[in-house]
């Protein structure tokens, strides 16, 4: 006899629809990904999918949601930190993540890019969560200099832009393979020598 699974909370459900849903777009194309598809991962019907969410782009959007807020959580121990070298660790450590499309967020920032140019709705949110991302970094960015391990004169806003540029570009290097394998340390090299006091 079979033993049954043990049922999950709503909570966890929903969080483990959401990274599994992740994954699936993450290695994919939100276009060329199926619900079919990311329902088999889960391990539900496809009408059980649609009961949570009612379209494949509004699974996207809370993917998105889901993988920002996750990234904002570990990053958030920073903004908790008074210890300059610490704080600097961590920072870089999810930023490399980012860069290195080890995170899925980064390859939703990539796929948004070649959405937004064929779907409206796309376009508007990832428009609002860039500048939700950009608001966040450039908040990190000034607790850093307050913490005196970014320099003074840097302007937070447009360094807040690069990093988000910077990470995308790495992203995508990554995705397509071989871009920037030897780079982005580099880059890192220099964004830290140019960043720090």
């Known amino acids: ?5 043990p049922k999950l909370s709503a909570e966890a459900r929903r969080r483990h629809v959401l990274e599994t849903a992740s994954r699936v ?6 276009r060329g990904t199926t619900t079919a598809e990311i ?3 889960v391990g539900c019907s496809e009408p059980i999918l649609y009961r949570h969410f009612p379209s494949k782009r509004d699974l996207y959007f ?3 949601d889901h993988a920002w807020r996750e990234l904002q959580e570990r990053i958030d121990t920073v903004l908790e930190t008074r210890d300059p070298d610490e704080a600097l660790e961590l920072l870089q450590r999810d930023l490399d993540a980012l860069a290195r499309g080890k995170a899925v967020l980064s390859h939703f920032w990539v796929q948004g890019l070649t959405e937004a140019s064929e779907d409206l709705e796309i376009r508007r949110f990832i428009r609002r969560h860039l500048k939700d991302v950009h608001a966040y970094l450039t908040r990190l960015l000034r607790h850093g200099q307050e913490l005196g391990i970014i320099h003074p004169e840097r302007d937070a806003e447009v360094e807040a832009w690069i990093t988000i540029g910077t990470v995308t570009f790495g992203a995508m290097g990554e995705r397509l393979g071989g871009l920037m394998d ?3 340390p580099r880059i890192r090299e220099q964004r830290r020598a140019w960043m720090t006091p």
Do not use: K
């Open 25 to 30: 777009f993450a290695e994919g194309t939100f």
């Open 182 to 184: 030897d780079v982005l």
């Open 62 to 64: 809370a993917c998105i």
């Open 39 to 41: 329902s088999r991962a």
């Open 1 to 5: 006899m079979t033993q049954a699974r």
